[in-house]
T-cell receptor, first 111, second 117 residues
């Protein structure tokens, strides 16, 4: 079982709609969860982090965490063409300083 | 957020030569830095974990004699690709966490696009 799974294929959303991205993880000891945005040809940029169960909102982004289900999600409200990118889910591993990354989900916002 | 600076952003080298990439944490000390490689349209692949003052830890399948890592200070790690070949052409990215422990945020350098001709 992969440490972090992001299984959805490319996601196309119309401008102004909500984009929803999902991520599951295998290590029950994981305590910290991150979402990165990566534009084509660029390095990943941290956009959200969450440590506790529930929702965390920052501008148009909302991260949702459910540790019992080992599930973390990212919602992008009022999607803009500038949100078109690949979104990477990352989690800390128990007893390990590195982050485990999912393979990413591509989001395309259609004007 | 914290800043990680990587240099150079782009390099073209001849086959058989060596290339050094620098990664600096500008406003925090990083006892650990991470080196990734990313091929076009593929996910990040962790190559090695760089530890200040000690040997790097390499992931399975990564040749430690080919990808030399030096973490000489708390703010600088270097990756040297030795005897580069065209198949080493890739996007190399470093990352550092601003603190140890579960809640330390991880930031990435700008990446280095290596082309071996």
């Amino acid at each position: 079982q992969k440490e972090v799974e992001q299984n959805s294929g490319p996601l196309s959303v119309p401008e102004g709609a909500i984009a929803s991205l999902n991520c599951t993880y295998s290590d029950r000891g994981s305590q910290s969860f991150f979402w990165y945005r990566q534009y084509s040809g660029k390095s990943p940029e941290l956009i959200m982090f969450i440590y506790s169960n529930g929702d965390k909102e920052d501008g148009r982004f909302t991260a949702q965490l459910n540790k019992a289900s080992q599930y973390v999600s990212l919602l992008i409200r009022d999607s803009q063409p500038s949100d078109s990118a690949t979104y990477l889910c990352a989690v800390t591993l128990y007893g390990n300083n590195r982050l485990a990354f999912g393979k990413g989900n591509q989001v395309v916002v259609i004007p | 957020g914290a800043v990680v600076s990587q240099h150079p952003s782009r390099v073209i080298c001849k086959s058989g030569t060596s290339v050094k990439i620098e990664c600096r944490s500008l406003d925090f000390q990083a006892t650990t830095m991470f080196w990734y490689r990313q091929f076009p349209k593929q996910s990040l692949m962790l190559m090695a974990t760089s530890n200040e003052g000690s040997k790097a830890t390499y992931e399975q399948g990564v040749e430690k004699d080919k990808f030399l890592i030096n973490h000489a200070s708390l703010t600088l790690s270097t990756l040297t690709v030795t005897s580069a070949h065209p198949e080493d052409s890739s996007f190399y990215i470093c990352s550092a966490r601003e603190s140890t422990g579960d809640r330390g945020l991880a930031f990435f350098g700008q990446g280095t696009r290596l082309t071996v001709v």
